[in-house]
């Protein structure tokens, strides 16, 4: 078997506040081989930024990793020191942000901010970086680079800036590029060019892809497998035609229930009920249940396991036990 070129290992993340630990990673285990594009979907403080900056070791001063193991290329990041780190971060792991307008320095040109990036992380100095700054800036679909260079981030586009932000994530040309919500703050349209760019880049660059996102639908055709995180965990994971097409979570369920479908457009959306669970005072079961449908008595005590569905599906939902000892009973 080929060595996986990041390995996240049972990782633990909390942040210690006045009013107790959150626990925002509660064992979340997943591998990303070379190449590929992983999507981990959930909505709103499920765990899945945390999950990428505590890769890039790059928490709030309250949050830190607390248990398991982050593998780079057989090598684990908590090991290293902050100037090992700081090689890491941008030549073999990047990350776009949610919102490029507050990750630009509103009083720096984008020629200034992007040639910072090469200096810092490459050999490249004076006109030798400026030319690389050009060529990132065209590499990411941006016409009249000289002249964009001389701009301000409030002068561009939304669109124009996250591709700014994706000209600096690639800067190093990194095995890994993290890509958190990048659509979240842009029109549908902008959206769709938006990750179609991040999909060409990687075909030609040969990067591997983490697609943080809330929307199950902006990854169906762009993701080979997706991890679904509810509550700091990993409820399921497979291929993305498993989950599209045999989800076994009902949070899963719940998600592909409240996003239209082409083909039913008359079809009403359902909202998942009620709110997202206090990661300050975690249930002893399933972290779902309050909100599930389905919930049994053994969904309020005991967190369910992953269970094996096939070889490119996993799931923690006992309601795949159910269904199992009733097909063993049916026998």
């Avoid at 990793?65 to 792991?93: H, P, T």
Wanted: hydrophobic content about 40%; glycine content about 8%; charged content about 20%.
């Amino acid at each position: 078997m080929s060595e996986k070129l990041l390995s996240v290992q049972d990782l633990h993340t909390s942040f210690f506040t006045d009013a107790g630990e959150v626990q925002a990673v509660n064992g979340v285990s997943f591998d990303l081989d070379p190449g590929e594009t992983l999507g981990i979907v959930g909505e709103s403080g499920s765990g899945k930024s945390v999950t990428a900056y505590s890769i890039l070791q790059i928490l709030a001063d309250t949050g830190r990793v607390v248990g398991g193991r982050i593998l780079y290329k057989g090598q684990d990041l908590s090991a290293w020191s902050e100037k090992q780190m700081q090689g890491f971060r941008g030549k073999n792991c990047s990350i776009i942000f949610q919102d490029p307008m507050t990750s630009l320095n509103p009083v720096f040109t984008i020629g200034n901010q992007l040639n910072e990036a090469v200096v810092l992380h490459t050999e490249r100095r004076g006109a030798e970086a400026d030319a690389r700054v050009r060529e990132l800036l065209e590499l990411v679909g941006i016409n009249e680079a000289e002249r964009r260079m001389r701009q301000y981030p409030f002068e561009l586009s939304g669109g124009m800036r996250q591709r700014i932000m994706i000209a600096m994530a690639l800067a190093c040309e990194p095995d890994i590029l993290i890509a958190d919500e990048p659509t979240t703050a842009l029109d549908v349209t902008i959206q769709a060019q938006i990750l179609e760019l991040i999909q060409s880049l990687q075909k030609k660059m040969g990067m591997a892809v983490i697609l943080v996102t809330h929307d199950l639908g902006v990854i169906a055709d762009l993701c080979d497998n997706i991890v679904v995180m509810y509550g700091g965990r990993i409820c399921e994971r497979g291929t993305a035609r498993e989950i599209f097409y045999n989800p076994k979570h009902e949070y899963t369920k719940g998600l592909l229930r409240s996003i239209p479908n082409v083909n039913n457009m008359k079809k009403k959306l359902e909202p998942i009920s009620g709110t997202p669970i206090n990661m300050l005072n975690l249930p002893r079961g399933c972290a779902f249940c309050p909100r599930c449908g389905a919930a049994m008595k053994i969904c309020l005590t005991q967190a369910p396991q992953e269970l094996v569905i096939n070889d490119e599906h996993k799931a923690a939902c006992w309601m795949n036990v159910k269904e199992a000892c009733e097909e063993v009973r049916a026998q």
